[in-house]
Protein backbone atom coordinates (compact mmCIF):
# COMPACT_ATOMS: atom_id res chain seq x y z
CA UNK A 1 0.00 0.00 0.00
CA UNK A 2 2.11 2.72 -0.99
CA UNK A 3 2.05 6.07 1.32
CA UNK A 4 2.25 9.59 0.31
CA UNK A 5 2.98 12.11 3.22
CA UNK A 6 2.53 15.75 3.40
CA UNK A 7 2.19 18.62 5.21
CA UNK A 8 5.44 19.46 6.69
CA UNK A 9 7.11 22.96 7.16
CA UNK A 10 8.21 25.62 9.14
CA UNK A 11 6.13 26.92 12.32
CA UNK A 12 7.05 28.81 15.00
CA UNK A 13 7.24 27.29 18.63
CA UNK A 14 3.53 26.79 19.54
CA UNK A 15 2.13 26.92 16.34
CA UNK A 16 0.15 24.15 14.56
CA UNK A 17 0.81 21.43 11.57
CA UNK A 18 -1.58 19.04 10.32
CA UNK A 19 0.02 16.21 8.51
CA UNK A 20 -1.59 13.63 6.26
CA UNK A 21 -0.74 10.53 4.62
CA UNK A 22 -2.09 8.94 2.24
CA UNK A 23 -2.36 5.21 0.90
CA UNK A 24 -3.72 3.88 -2.39
CA UNK A 25 -5.27 0.36 -2.19
CA UNK A 26 -8.71 -0.73 -1.13
CA UNK A 27 -8.06 -2.16 1.87
CA UNK A 28 -6.69 0.58 3.64
CA UNK A 29 -9.37 -0.06 6.72
CA UNK A 30 -7.29 -3.33 7.73
CA UNK A 31 -3.86 -1.35 8.32
CA UNK A 32 -3.01 -0.04 11.38
CA UNK A 33 -1.26 3.15 10.67
CA UNK A 34 1.17 5.30 12.45
CA UNK A 35 3.36 7.93 12.32
CA UNK A 36 6.77 8.02 13.24
CA UNK A 37 9.94 10.47 13.72
CA UNK A 38 13.65 10.54 13.53
CA UNK A 39 16.53 13.22 13.22
CA UNK A 40 20.05 12.57 12.14
CA UNK A 41 21.58 9.87 13.95
CA UNK A 42 19.05 9.10 15.98
CA UNK A 43 16.51 6.06 15.53
CA UNK A 44 13.08 6.76 14.28
CA UNK A 45 10.21 6.96 17.21
CA UNK A 46 6.82 6.16 17.06
CA UNK A 47 4.74 9.51 17.52
CA UNK A 48 1.24 8.03 17.27
CA UNK A 49 -0.63 5.02 15.80
CA UNK A 50 -4.30 4.18 15.30
CA UNK A 51 -5.06 0.53 14.89
CA UNK A 52 -7.82 -0.83 12.53
CA UNK A 53 -10.60 -0.60 15.20
CA UNK A 54 -9.78 3.68 15.86
CA UNK A 55 -7.99 2.85 19.27
CA UNK A 56 -4.84 5.36 19.37
CA UNK A 57 -1.58 5.60 21.06
CA UNK A 58 1.25 8.17 22.13
CA UNK A 59 4.61 8.57 22.35
CA UNK A 60 5.24 10.40 25.81
CA UNK A 61 6.48 13.47 24.65
CA UNK A 62 3.14 15.05 22.39
CA UNK A 63 0.54 12.89 24.74
CA UNK A 64 -2.04 16.09 24.85
CA UNK A 65 -0.62 17.79 22.07
CA UNK A 66 -0.72 15.55 18.93
CA UNK A 67 -3.81 13.61 17.71
CA UNK A 68 -4.05 11.19 15.22
CA UNK A 69 -7.24 10.12 13.44
CA UNK A 70 -8.15 8.29 10.11
CA UNK A 71 -10.80 8.55 7.34
CA UNK A 72 -11.26 4.91 6.40
CA UNK A 73 -13.51 5.96 3.43
CA UNK A 74 -10.45 8.54 2.02
CA UNK A 75 -7.73 6.28 2.50
CA UNK A 76 -6.27 8.51 4.59
CA UNK A 77 -4.58 9.05 8.00
CA UNK A 78 -3.65 12.41 9.58
CA UNK A 79 -1.21 14.02 12.48
CA UNK A 80 -2.80 17.27 13.87
CA UNK A 81 0.50 18.77 15.95
CA UNK A 82 -0.31 21.28 18.62
CA UNK A 83 1.93 23.45 20.42
CA UNK A 84 4.67 22.81 18.70
CA UNK A 85 8.32 23.07 19.87
CA UNK A 86 11.94 23.08 18.51
CA UNK A 87 12.25 19.09 19.87
CA UNK A 88 9.43 18.00 17.71
CA UNK A 89 11.93 19.37 14.73
CA UNK A 90 12.29 16.12 12.86
CA UNK A 91 11.53 14.05 9.62
CA UNK A 92 7.97 12.52 9.94
CA UNK A 93 7.20 9.15 8.06
CA UNK A 94 3.85 7.91 7.77
CA UNK A 95 3.62 3.92 8.60
CA UNK A 96 1.17 1.15 8.01
CA UNK A 97 0.88 -2.70 9.25
CA UNK A 98 -1.53 -4.88 8.01
CA UNK A 99 -3.45 -6.25 10.92
CA UNK A 100 -4.19 -9.96 9.35
CA UNK A 101 -0.30 -10.48 7.97
CA UNK A 102 1.80 -7.61 10.40
CA UNK A 103 3.70 -6.74 6.56
CA UNK A 104 5.09 -3.41 7.24
CA UNK A 105 4.71 0.10 4.61
CA UNK A 106 6.69 2.98 5.19
CA UNK A 107 6.30 6.27 2.98
CA UNK A 108 8.86 8.98 2.11
CA UNK A 109 9.15 11.22 5.02
CA UNK A 110 8.17 15.04 5.31
CA UNK A 111 10.23 17.58 7.00
CA UNK A 112 8.26 19.38 10.07
CA UNK A 113 11.00 22.60 11.62
CA UNK A 114 10.04 23.93 14.67
CA UNK A 115 11.45 27.33 14.96
CA UNK A 116 12.11 28.85 18.36
Known amino acids: VPLQAYGGGLVQAGGSLRLSCAAS????????MGWYRQTPGKQRDLVAR???????YYGDSVKGRFTISRDNANNAVYLQMNSLNPEDTAVYYC???????????WGQGTLVTVSS
Open 95 to 105: NAVNHFSNVNY
Open 25 to 32: GSIFRTYH
Open 50 to 56: ITTAGST
